[in-house]
């Protein structure tokens, strides 16, 4: 079923005012399509995939919608999202050492997940041991054995991946797979993903700042810049030919394409700039961009949101 969000706003209240963490977002994320959301931080990608689940904190409000199919998620009461979460639309966490519980064993919590299903104890423990051997480790019935801090950051990485598949949910967000591993690592969470993609025909949105992952694993992707989509595109086209001047602001710092930093920082949510936002950064900023919201204009299979394409 068809993911989507219509005009989806997220507000978070502090004391220092009201934060528009997600802002006008329509998006639509198609059947088993893999999805990377990309962009600097704290340009609202995990706000939209927690908002996606159901999951922001009480200090958040919500107006615009998210649908699942037929189904309005943002209709839903608590109670009945429950059903959806985990089930339909699971989460990968971000941090493996703050999702898994420290004193449960890995095999364990693999198997609750069953059991909630319905399955029987002996069905749990063997498709427990399967799920491992799935996500190549070479010993299940050792890693069922352990304890989370038993394992290695990308063991844990793995762990969480099957807790996530082990509902045969159609939809996974994982938040920054990839944060904080080496490189030899981060390619087992690459083969790992591909594998969930491809035997469990799952959509996956996956937010990261790795944008190699990004170009390696994701059919499309979705720029973020304040809580705005700025541009989307087939993955292919937006990392050859970019658009946006800040998406090739942000290609131009990838390590072999020169690693040059982008000028200036994101502004501060309180204090957004008028006109289009990334105006004061822009090397192409013109007067109207420093007045005039620019709206997304189609291109090629995504959008654009800069007046050099209107
Ligand atoms: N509960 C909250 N209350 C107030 N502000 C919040 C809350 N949750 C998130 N924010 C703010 O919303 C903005 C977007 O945060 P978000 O975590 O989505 O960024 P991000 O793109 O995921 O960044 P990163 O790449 O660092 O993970 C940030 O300014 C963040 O501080
Ligand atoms: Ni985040």
């Given at each position: 079923m068809e993911l989507y969000t219509k005009d989806l706003c997220v507000r978070f209240a502090t004391r220092s005012g009201d934060i528009p963490a997600v802002n006008h977002v329509s998006l639509a994320f198609s059947e088993r399509q893999?999805?990377?959301?990309?962009?600097?931080?704290?340009?609202?990608?995990s706000v939209l995939g927690l908002s996606i689940l159901g999951l922001l904190q009480s200090n958040a409000s919500v107006t615009g919608q998210i649908f699942l199919g037929e189904r309005e998620l943002t209709a839903l009461s608590e109670r009945e999202l429950c059903t959806v979460r985990g089930r339909e639309i699971a989460l990968v966490a971000q941090n493996p050492a703050t999702s898994l519980n420290p004193s449960v064993r890995v095999g364990r919590q693999i198997e609750e997940?069953?059991?909630?299903?319905?399955?029987?104890?002996?069905?749990?423990?063997?498709?427990?041991?399967?799920l491992l051997r799935q996500m190549a480790f070479s010993d299940p019935k050792q890693i069922a054995g352990a304890y989370p801090f038993e394992l290695s950051g990308g063991m844990r990485q793995r762990v969480l991946t099957a807790i996530a598949v082990a509902a045969r949910p159609q939809w996974l967000i994982a938040d920054e797979p990839t944060k904080g591993l080496d490189a030899v690592v981060r390619n087992q969470v690459y083969d790992t993903f591909c594998?969930?993609?491809?035997?469990?025909?799952v959509g996956f949105?996956?937010?990261?700042?790795?944008?190699?992952?990004?170009?390696k694993f994701c059919e499309r992707i979705v720029v973020m810049y304040c809580g705005r989509v700025l541009e989307t595109n087939a993955a292919r086209e937006l990392f050859e030919h970019p658009r946006h001047p800040y998406t090739q602001g942000l290609i131009a710092s990838l390590p072999h394409l020169g690693m040059k930093p982008m000028a200036g920082f994101s502004p501060a949510f309180t204090d957004q700039p008028s006109g289009c936002v990334f105006h004061p950064r822009c090397p192409y900023a013109e007067a109207r961009c420093r007045h005039t919201e620019p709206k997304s204009?189609?291109?090629g299979e995504g959008s654009v949101c800069c007046h050099r394409y209107a």
């Open positions: 893999v999805t990377g959301i990309i962009g600097e931080t704290g340009s609202g990608k997940v069953f059991r909630l299903a319905g399955k029987s104890t002996p069905d749990c423990r063997r498709l427990t041991l399967e594998m969930v993609r491809d035997q469990y025909r949105i996956v937010i990261t700042h790795d944008l190699l992952l990004a170009r204009i189609p291109c």
